[in-house]
């Protein structure tokens, strides 16, 4: 098993330019989430799935989009790239619920520099 | 979810235990404590979780007091390795695992 794998590692964008964060898994979970990390600071949660077609926002939500067409896949979208959203990117996935005693996995990770 | 508290930072001399507190008074009965630990700027690492009983895997040792109000993570022997940041994190639901400052633990030679 790959376990988690995310793409790029490392972007540069510039303001007002979109992209879309990559983000796979092979372990047949059926929850994913991604999670963005500023310097000298936690994770915090962008947008999660508990399943193909059913997506929801968490802490930090604005300016991203996310969409869940199979269980492998859950890309994430910037819609129009701003610098605060400069900062490392991280997929996560999980087989049941992490509340539910189960263990989320996390991915290498994306650096994004917004200019 | 419970909030947790941490130290900033601890230090342990390679080979020996490290113990790593946390705090978590807020805790009610179906929230799980977890740890996780992150090296440089790689992905975090899960490293053990539990409810209620003590647990321990091939990495650590989670210990729960009676009132489930704080925990400590034991590395039994600690190498230059497992320098890292270690948080520790209580959820009752969902994966929004609420990840704080947490403790930069540094293993010294």
């Known amino acids: 098993n790959a376990g988690v794998t995310q793409t790029p590692k490392f972007q540069v964008l510039k303001t007002g330019q979109s992209m879309t964060l990559q983000c796979a898994q092979d372990?047949?979970?059926?929850?994913m989430s991604w999670y963005r990390q500023d310097p000298g600071m936690g994770l915090r949660l962008i947008h999660y799935s508990v399943g193909a077609g059913i997506t929801d926002q968490g802490e930090v939500p604005n300016g991203y989009n996310v969409s869940r067409s199979t269980t492998e896949d859950f890309p994430l979208r910037l819609l129009s790239a701003a610098p605060s959203q400069t900062s490392v990117y991280f997929c996560?996935?999980?087989?049941?619920?992490?509340?539910?005693?189960?263990?989320?996995?996390f991915g290498p990770g994306t650096r994004l520099t917004v200019l | 979810d419970a909030k947790t508290t941490q130290p900033t930072s601890m230090d342990c001399a390679e080979g020996r235990a490290a113990n790593l507190p946390c705090n978590h008074s807020?805790?009610?009965?179906?929230?799980?404590v977890y740890w996780y630990r992150q090296i440089h700027s790689q992905g975090p690492q899960y490293i053990i979780h539990?409810?209620?009983n003590n647990e321990t895997n091939e990495m650590a040792s989670l210990i729960i007091t009676e009132d489930r109000k704080s925990s400590t993570l034991i590395l039994p022997h600690a190498t230059l390795r497992d320098t890292a940041v270690y948080y520790c994190i209580v959820l009752k639901r969902n994966n929004d695992m609420r990840f704080g400052a947490g403790t930069r633990l540094t293993v010294k030679p």
């Open positions: 372990m047949n979970h059926e929850y």
């Open positions: 807020t805790i009610s009965g179906n929230e799980y």
């Open positions: 539990g409810l209620k």
């Open positions: 996560a996935s999980s087989y049941g619920l992490a509340g539910g005693g189960d263990t989320q996995y």
